[in-house]
């Protein structure tokens, strides 16, 4: 006879469960990690006698909310510098206050980061403003999209930038009106400074931080996003570094989410000659496939368009010539793996997309799902041929609802009905997941879901693409069903249905029947992964 774990029965006045079997269950029984059963109080009271119950009153349990694009690793070392966001310094004084500050208690020398700097909501910062704030140390402040930044003069020094300096192939330096840099390091000319460690060859004059302050960074990470309601997340740009130390996190028990990597492309040689590839893993860490980027960023303005910026002209940038990206893209493919590639503009995306089909002619894999990471402006031509090559969309969540009509001035209001096109995607049949692409956006998936339901700015009120409204049903299946979709595992998270993970966030309200303007309000009670409390409000 086989001895199994007596389950805990989780009951609440709401499960929205997502098995689409007719009535939602009225409690779940939990045991090994996994959803035993589901089903009526008193069945399941009949069915396990004696089991512990654990009663969440007039709450409403969803199943484990999860991130299909966001950045731990990351996440883990901004943590340890300057929080330079909208939330943190209200104007240019009081960032410039934050970086003076901390210059002070630096060390000679020592370099001073930031990052969040949103330029639109806190106001342009210059290279000469650091110079006086941080004049005895090298300071670079990161704008929120992640693909530009401002250094001062003694960082440019540092990075043995000057004035008749080449920007390197797929970024470029800012440069005043007088011609003169002004401290703005776009693209790759950022990358190959910040995040040195997911390409080859790159140097970097700033010092890594150390193993225990990553790992003390990336476990308040965890708390903040588990408090958000966070079960599951795919880091969407990972190095053998990061790999490291999420594998140190675990060894220690201190890696409490359910983590996908998306290796970037640049280590992929390395993944090869090892066989490791998409799957590589198991249901706590795993490997989801690669990344791969094709242009810039949509609140840095740097995608590439097929039509000008609507406020201040110009195209963009590719940050990937056609070929290398073409050569990546046939690589992945051909080896059976999964590759996500960065792109938000829409003639990225037909980039994209001619050189998937082309993959998929030349060698055909059926199953084989692609990915396209924030995929944000589209056109009907693109969503049809996502819907035939069976790709994935990842778009931003809660981008609407951070930048509000900053969108309509900087794209215009014909575009932005095209833009994060989640209504679109779903009635066409393409499969969408749930981003944040934190730090970038704001990590709280229930803001993401107000977000993509008004697609009103949350500061604002200004609508913003209101076609593309999605229910609060199908909002919660995209950061569900929909990024488990994009990670490959369907068949074990996005349900509370017998035998998936026992992945569960607890919330104080129904999202499904609250005031839509109020979703991003409701209180995270708490939150549970493979059965184990993670975060208790």
């Not at 944040?436 to 956006?441: F, K, L, T």
């Not at 607890?506 to 303007?517: F, I, K, S, Y």
């Amino acid at each position: 006879m086989i001895n199994e774990t007596m389950p805990v029965l989780y009951r609440a006045a709401h499960i929205v469960s997502q098995q689409h079997t007719g009535e939602e269950p009225e409690a779940l029984a939990v045991a090994d990690g996994r959803i035993r059963a589901t089903g009526s109080v008193a069945g399941l009271r009949d069915r396990f006698p004696g089991a512990q119950e654990v009663d969440f009153g007039d709450a409403c349990i969803v199943p484990g909310l999860n991130d299909a694009h966001i950045h731990l690793a990351i996440a883990a070392e901004d943590m340890l510098h300057l929080d330079l966001s909208a939330d943190a310094v209200r104007d240019v004084p009081g960032l410039l206050a934050q970086v003076r500050h901390e210059a002070a208690q630096a060390a000679p020398g020592e370099w001073i980061r930031g990052s969040r700097y949103d330029d639109t909501k806190t106001g342009p910062v210059t290279r000469r403003e650091l110079d006086a704030a941080a004049p005895d140390h090298p300071v670079l402040v990161v704008q929120v999209a992640g693909h530009w930044g401002v250094a001062n003069s003694a960082a440019l020094k540092a990075l043995h930038i000057d004035e008749d300096t080449p920007p390197p192939q797929g970024g470029d330096f800012g440069r005043s009106d007088d011609g003169r840099l002004d401290g703005r390091l776009v693209e790759r000319a950022l990358m190959n400074v910040v995040y040195p460690a997911t390409a080859r060859g790159n140097t970097s004059p700033l010092r890594p931080s150390s193993p225990q302050d990553k790992l003390r960074g990336l476990v308040r990470a965890q708390r903040s996003w588990h408090a958000a309601g966070l079960t599951s997340v795919c880091d969407a740009l990972i190095a053998p570094q990061d790999t490291g130390l999420l594998h140190r996190a675990r060894q220690s028990g201190q890696l409490t989410l359910r983590v996908g990597m998306l290796l970037s492309i640049d280590h992929y040689g390395a993944a090869r000659a090892l066989g490791l590839g998409s799957g590589f893993g198991d249901d706590r860490l795993r490997l989801v496939g690669v990344k791969a980027f094709v242009d810039g960023a949509i609140g840095g303005r740097t995608c590439l368009l097929a039509e000008p910026y609507a406020d201040s002209g110009g195209h963009g940038l590719q940050t990937t010539p056609t070929e290398d990206l073409a050569q990546q893209v046939h690589t992945v493919h051909a080896d059976g793996n999964r590759i996500g590639v960065h792109a938000n503009g829409d003639a990225a995306i037909r980039l994209v997309l001619d050189v998937m089909e082309d993959a998929q002619r030349r060698t055909p894999r059926p199953g084989l799902r692609h990915r396209i990471e924030h995929c944000s402006v589209i056109d009907a031509d693109i969503v049809e041929r996502m819907r035939a090559l069976k790709a994935i969309a990842v778009p931003f969540a809660g981008y609407v609802g951070y930048h509000g009509g900053s969108l309509n001035r900087w794209y215009g209001p014909e575009r932005t009905e095209r833009m994060f096109a989640h209504r679109a995607f779903l009635d066409a049949g393409v499969c969408v997941a749930g981003s944040s692409d934190y730090p970038c956006g704001p990590y709280q998936p229930l803001l993401g879901m107000q977000s993509m339901v008004t697609r009103e700015g949350m500061d604002d009120g200004v609508p913003v693409g209101p076609s593309q409204q999605i229910t609060p049903r199908e909002a919660l299946a995209v950061f569900t069903l929909g990024s488990a979709e994009a990670e490959g595992t369907i068949d074990c998270k996005g349900r509370l249905a017998p035998g998936f993970l026992a992945d569960f966030t607890v919330l104080g309200e129904n999202p499904l029947a609250a005031d839509p303007r109020g979703i991003a309000s409701i209180p995270v009670r708490a939150t549970y992964v493979g059965g184990e409390r993670v975060y208790a409000a």
